[in-house]
């Protein structure tokens, strides 16, 4: 299978030059991030990616009094991904309230789907690979999908570690097949075949509910509790985080809101070395309703109490397991991991920056403890080749370098290998920030 790499170009000149910056890390920091990513099926993504950070008179380095950012990525054959993030941080009362929003547009035409329950679900290579007698489409394993997301949530600050949050959060999906006439205007000289795909085989042999089908709407109250004993927020080297989130989705028909209770927590751990030349970081999540099940569509969304990123999901992709294909195990409800050494290669301080370099092993890891339930009534087939069997855990190695300017501002490059070829082979992602 070819894999789906991501090249992204950046000009660490014209970045370093961007900042306004003393020795003391102090006043309002701009970062400007000009990216080009590439993915064979769907050609050039363009885009920026903008930050600023305030810190005052820079007593509170490494954290900050505020944040705002933006990213904007339009790809040549029509994907486009827009955030805009803000966090009031400090600013209101000196951070005992604090206000998160985020406004997102996600249109992703050829998105990843291997089917329900992790390994129930077989990945045949041979249905994506053209030379092979068994090809059906390169788009196979693919759907389209656009979410508008709207969040806002109100931080309570407990005591110097702990938080309370009340939110607010607002989900449209709207789910369909493949373009296949919009890929192709780009493919003239290798089309795509009109042709049936996962997605559809699972939509028309009942695998799918009828009211989910082509998506719907997530209007949902949100509780959360945060003890944050963390040093630092982006570039964290000691200290302990925890979180527990209630997010509850109300029943309505007219939007077609199906009722449903999630229940999520993560925990975090860093423990410095040798005089925090190397930091071990652990990242442990679990996820899952409790009753009612979640719209397929939404079971991939990792609920978390802060992200700044523009969309995490799995199991499996750049946010959860590395070298996995994205969302390869697809499930109700789930259990994940991630162990990371984060090891200093090269520090440095300058007049306009301070940073370093570096390098990590890591050992990702999850599996489907709450499966899809999936209608009596369905059909199987040899496409969908489905088992109804329990899954098993999901693992990947691999290794990272990370820029980290400011402690705040971090360029990141993973490579993960998948160590089941069922899930994947190797993964590269290019990306801005740690995974935790």
């Known amino acids: 299978m070819k894999h789906r790499?991501?090249?992204?170009?950046?000009?660490?000149?014209?970045?370093?030059?961007?900042?306004?910056?003393?020795?003391?890390?102090?006043?309002?920091?701009?970062?400007?991030?000009?990216?080009?990513l590439y993915n064979s099926d769907l050609g050039f993504e363009v885009g920026l990616l903008t930050s600023m950070y305030?810190?005052?008179?820079?007593?509170?380095?490494?954290?900050?009094?505020?944040?705002?950012?933006?990213?904007?990525?339009?790809?040549?054959?029509?994907?486009?991904?827009?955030?805009?993030?803000?966090?009031?941080?400090?600013?209101?009362?000196?951070?005992?309230?604090?206000?998160?929003?985020?406004?997102?547009?996600?249109?992703?035409?050829a998105s990843d789907f291997y089917g329900f329950n992790g390994y129930a679900s077989t990945f045949h290579p041979e249905y994506i690979e053209q030379n092979n007698e068994s090809y059906v489409s390169r788009m196979f394993y693919r759907y389209d999908r656009k979410i508008f997301r709207l969040t806002n949530d109100i931080w309570y600050k407990l005591s110097d570690h702990s938080s309370l949050?009340?939110?607010?959060?607002?989900?449209?999906?709207?789910?369909?097949?493949?373009?296949?006439?919009?890929i192709n205007?780009?493919?003239?000289?290798?089309?795509?075949?009109?042709?049936?795909?996962?997605?559809?085989?699972?939509?028309?042999?009942?695998?799918?509910r009828d009211d989910e089908a082509k998506g719907g709407w997530i209007i949902a109250?949100?509780?959360?509790?945060?003890?944050?004993?963390?040093?630092?927020?982006?570039?964290p080297t000691t200290g302990i985080y925890g979180e527990l989130n209630f997010l509850a989705n109300p029943k309505i028909e007219a939007l077609y809101s199906k009722k449903f209770f999630r229940f999520s927590t993560n925990f975090k751990f860093f423990y410095p070395l040798f005089n925090k030349y190397c930091i071990m970081?652990?990242?442990?999540?679990?996820?899952?309703?409790?009753?009612a099940q979640a719209p397929y569509y939404f079971m991939p969304y990792i609920t978390q109490a802060f992200s700044n990123n523009t969309?995490?999901?799995?199991?499996?992709?750049?946010?959860?397991?590395?070298?996995?294909?994205?969302?390869?195990?697809?499930?109700?409800?789930?259990?994940?991991?991630?162990?990371?050494?984060?090891?200093?290669?090269?520090?440095?301080?300058?007049?306009?920056?301070?940073?370093?370099?570096?390098?990590?092993?890591?050992?990702d890891f999850g599996i489907i403890?709450?499966?899809?339930?999936?209608?009596?009534?369905?059909?199987?087939?040899?496409?969908?080749?489905?088992?109804?069997?329990?899954?098993?855990?999901?693992?990947?190695?691999?290794?990272?370098?990370?820029l980290v300017l400011n402690d705040n501002f971090i360029i990141s490059v993973d490579v993960g290998q998948s160590l089941n070829k069922n899930d994947g082979g190797t993964g590269v992602y290019v990306t801005t920030g740690y995974n935790f």
């Open 311 to 363: 969309l995490v999901e799995g199991l499996g992709g750049g946010k959860s397991l590395r070298g996995i294909y994205k969302n390869r195990a697809w499930g109700d409800g789930f259990f994940y991991g991630n162990l990371e050494a984060r090891i200093l290669a090269y520090s440095f301080h300058t007049k306009k920056q301070l940073g370093e370099i570096r390098i990590k092993p890591f050992y």
């Open 221 to 235: 109250p949100r509780l959360s509790y945060v003890y944050d004993g963390r040093d630092k927020i982006f570039n």
């Open 369 to 402: 403890t709450d499966p899809v339930k999936i209608p009596i009534n369905y059909l199987n087939n040899d496409l969908t080749d489905y088992k109804d069997i329990p899954d098993r855990l999901h693992h990947s190695l691999g290794l990272g370098v990370h």
């Open 165 to 182: 949050i009340f939110g607010l959060h607002i989900f449209n999906y709207r789910i369909g097949t493949v373009n296949i006439d919009v």
């Open 5 to 36: 790499f991501l090249y992204v170009f950046f000009c660490f000149l014209l970045s370093l030059n961007l900042y306004s910056q003393d020795t003391i890390v102090k006043g309002k920091r701009w970062n400007f991030l000009p990216v080009v």
């Open 54 to 109: 305030d810190f005052g008179d820079g007593r509170l380095y490494p954290n900050y009094i505020y944040n705002i950012s933006y990213e904007i990525d339009i790809t040549t054959r029509g994907s486009i991904i827009s955030q805009l993030f803000f966090d009031s941080g400090k600013k209101i009362k000196n951070g005992k309230w604090r206000v998160v929003s985020d406004f997102s547009y996600i249109h992703e035409q």
């Open 281 to 291: 970081a652990l990242r442990l999540g679990y996820q899952d309703q409790i009753g």
């Open 185 to 208: 205007k780009f493919h003239q000289k290798n089309p795509l075949p009109d042709t049936t795909l996962l997605i559809d085989y699972y939509i028309n042999n009942g695998f799918i």
